[in-house]
């Protein structure tokens, strides 16, 4: 008898143990390592934590990148040294839910302070497939006078520099960089 109650026992907290482990793959903590990735610019462990492809959406912005594009992009980001700070996160219904602050020395030269949005990240089992982001800091018409001073004045000093606004990759970034430091410095 005392062995049917230990096996009882025993398999109640296996099967809790379960339930807990797939808890155990837990969404909320796989979005903090995502945005430590980020954050670090840790282009080597991105691929543990997305589906084979990602969806991002900013704002009414949307778009989807295979692995290796999200981790040119990340290069891209790097460049700028960025700080993705938490602010708020929690899971709800599945989905994570987050308040991020960015800055980066692009974001510094255009906005002037951070950017921050509220995010939503959504899983295919562990995996994130999905980030939608919705700006609640930002501030479009400083952001836009900057970016468009940097552009003329590019485009009129430094034509061999055209094209950075567009250019994703880790060599866009570096242009990027030097297109304003050549325009805070008027070189």
Same mark, same amino acid.
Request: glycine share 4%; net charge neutral; aromatic share 10%.
């Given at each position: 008898?005392? +062995?049917?109650?230990?096996?009882?026992? $025993?398999? @109640?907290?296996? $099967?809790?143990?379960? #339930?807990?482990?797939?808890?155990?793959?837990?969404?909320?903590?796989?979005? +903090?390592?995502?945005?430590?990735?980020?954050?670090?610019?840790?282009?080597? &462990?991105?691929?543990?934590?997305?589906?084979?492809?990602?969806? %991002?959406?900013?704002?009414?912005?949307?778009? %989807?990148?295979?692995?290796?594009?999200?981790?040119?992009?990340?290069?891209?980001?790097?460049?700028?040294?960025? %700080?993705?700070?938490?602010?708020?996160?929690?899971?709800?219904?599945? @989905?994570?839910?987050?308040? @991020?602050? +960015?800055?980066?020395?692009?974001?510094?030269?255009?906005? &002037?302070?951070?950017?921050?949005?509220?995010?939503?990240?959504?899983?295919?089992?562990?995996?994130?497939?999905?980030?939608?982001?919705?700006?609640?800091?930002?501030?479009?018409?400083? $952001?836009?006078?900057?970016? /468009?001073?940097?552009?003329?004045?590019? /485009?009129?000093?430094?034509?061999?520099?055209?094209?950075?606004?567009?250019?994703? %990759? &880790?060599?866009?970034?570096?242009?990027?960089?030097?297109? @304003?430091?050549?325009? #805070?410095?008027?070189?």
């Amino acid at each position: 008898m005392s +062995k049917i109650i230990i096996l009882s026992l $025993f398999l @109640i907290f296996g $099967f809790t143990s379960c #339930k807990n482990s797939e808890k155990g793959i837990d969404k909320l903590e796989i979005a +903090k390592q995502y945005y430590d990735v980020l954050n670090n610019s840790a282009h080597s &462990e991105i691929r543990a934590l997305l589906t084979d492809s990602i969806m %991002t959406k900013d704002d009414d912005y949307e778009q %989807t990148f295979s692995l290796k594009e999200y981790a040119e992009w990340l290069n891209w980001d790097s460049v700028f040294d960025p %700080t993705y700070e938490i602010l708020e996160i929690e899971l709800e219904g599945g @989905i994570v839910k987050a308040k @991020i602050s +960015k800055m980066d020395k692009r974001i510094s030269f255009l906005h &002037e302070k951070p950017i921050v949005t509220n995010e939503i990240i959504r899983f295919d089992k562990n995996k994130i497939k999905n980030v939608e982001r919705n700006s609640i800091i930002f501030n479009v018409t400083t $952001f836009l006078k900057n970016r /468009d001073g940097l552009v003329n004045w590019i /485009d009129k000093n430094h034509p061999h520099l055209n094209g950075f606004l567009h250019d994703q %990759t &880790e060599a866009g970034g570096i242009k990027y960089l030097k297109a @304003i430091d050549l325009y #805070k410095n008027k070189k």
